[in-house]
């Protein structure tokens, strides 16, 4: 039996060396000051030296989310350097975006028309969706390098600002040599939009990073129209330097607070896709895990799983509600096993569906992008529910209504908890 791919996760040497001194200095007392919201914001500010972070009040969620990392998430030193230079980098977007509307004034004029968002369970093929159908030069998704530095809102310095993000990609590689065999990484592909919501602070992408339980907790409880707000402001931003017919977004979570989406983009149109809960659950928890492990060493893979197995199986309970308040002609579905049998065949599915016409140059565009997934470096995602505490009669038991509906079994995947091999290009 191979061994999963969260086993096979270890840092390097000299970073488990680094940590330890961390731990060490701590044990002896040596004076440490947990990061302090308006001291973060100070240092933006004087790094980028600008004032203004534009209308919408974070100071909240910044708090929130500050005092749940130094009191829950038992941050390692890799994990403390790497928050602070996250939200530092964060608050300077934020800076840099609110003064590039002042100098590019035709950025808030900017329509947003008729965006699809690709939604789903986790790890369900939607990462794949999401590639391909960007390759169509109707379309335009938000590229990884563009989110992590998005001023100017023009080509200027794009080669470094590329380099820049390579930069930091491969230190996550470095930090976490397994990660790529999860989920693909290039400062150049397609990125999530959660993204494009963290400068409210109102994002799932801190929950996956870091464990932070309260403050997920009063996540969980907001209203995200500001974030969908800050978001539609993050795009219209992005298309001021490139424009296309259509975006194209992707993340589970925006399941989570569909009327919040709608309210700003009520044209939107969406596909769902659909995969087996207990292979969802499993291998987004191993993901979660995978990536947590970089910032902390005291990785709990079952509280994740329970965490994970709770969030998503409300989250799509409430979707499955929200979804269908929504004429037909807006969302589409499409099984995860469609995906990989035959990805064209699926995106073609879509086009006729929404009737869009799939042009011959769009579909050799996605088939070359199917043909340069880096199969053999990602190389497989092992991963076994038995590892995360998951078992087949409860994953059935939380989605029973949703697997009834669409014709979804878990029951396949072996009791004795047989390890799961899955292809990173498929997610």
């Not at 488990?16 to 060490?24: E, I, Q």
Request: glycine fraction near 4%; charge should be positive; proline fraction near 6%.
């Amino acid at each position: 039996m191979h061994s999963t791919t969260f086993e096979q996760t270890r840092s390097p040497l000299s970073i488990r060396l680094l940590n330890k001194c961390g731990v060490w200095l701590e044990k002896v007392d040596i004076p440490r000051t947990p990061f302090l919201p308006a001291d973060l914001i100070e240092i933006a500010k004087r790094r980028c030296r600008l004032q203004d972070f534009g209308s919408g009040d974070f100071f909240e969620a910044l708090s929130r989310l500050l005092e749940s990392c130094h009191r829950d998430a038992r941050l390692n030193l890799i994990g403390k350097i790497a928050l602070r230079s996250d939200l530092v980098r964060t608050l300077c977007n934020r800076l840099l975006m609110e003064r590039d509307r002042q100098l590019y004034p035709e950025i808030a004029r900017q329509e947003i028309r008729e965006p699809l968002f690709i939604v789903g369970l986790p790890r369900s093929g939607t990462t794949l969706l999401h590639t391909l159908i960007a390759a169509d030069p109707e379309h335009r998704a938000p590229l990884t390098w563009e989110v992590m530095s998005p001023s100017p809102p023009t080509s200027e310095n794009e080669r470094q600002r590329i380099r820049h993000a390579e930069r930091s990609l491969a230190s996550l590689q470095w930090l976490a040599p397994t990660f790529r065999r999860v989920h693909a990484v290039g400062a150049e592909l397609p990125q999530e939009c959660v993204g494009l919501m963290s400068p409210t602070f109102m994002s799932d992408q801190f929950d996956t990073m870091y464990n932070v339980p309260s403050y997920r907790a009063w996540f969980l409880k907001q209203d995200l129209l500001p974030a969908y707000e800050y978001h539609r402001r993050f795009l219209q931003h992005l298309q001021q330097r490139q424009s296309a017919r259509r975006w194209v977004l992707k993340a589970p979570v925006h399941m989570f607070a569909l009327p919040s989406l709608l309210s700003i983009y009520p044209d939107a149109r969406f596909i769902q896709a659909h995969r087996e809960p207990l292979q969802a659950i499993t291998s987004v928890s191993s993901l979660i895990a995978i990536l947590r492990s970089v910032f902390s060493d005291a990785v709990d893979p079952r509280q994740i799983a329970r965490d994970a197995l709770q969030y998503w199986s409300e989250t799509l309970a409430l979707f499955m509600q929200e979804r269908d308040r929504l004429p037909p002609e807006r969302i589409f579905d499409l099984d995860y096993r469609e995906i990989r049998r035959d990805p064209i065949a699926a995106i073609r599915s879509v086009y006729e569906y929404f009737g869009w016409c799939l042009s011959r140059e769009a579909e050799q565009r996605m088939r070359t992008t199917l043909a340069n997934q880096p199969q053999e470096q990602n190389g497989f995602h092992h991963y076994e529910p038995s590892q995360f505490g998951l078992e087949v009669a409860e994953v059935d038991a939380r989605f029973f209504a949703y697997c009834e509906r669409f014709g979804l079994s878990a029951q396949h995947v072996s009791r004795a908890g047989a390890v799961r091999l899955e292809n990173s290009v498929h997610r």
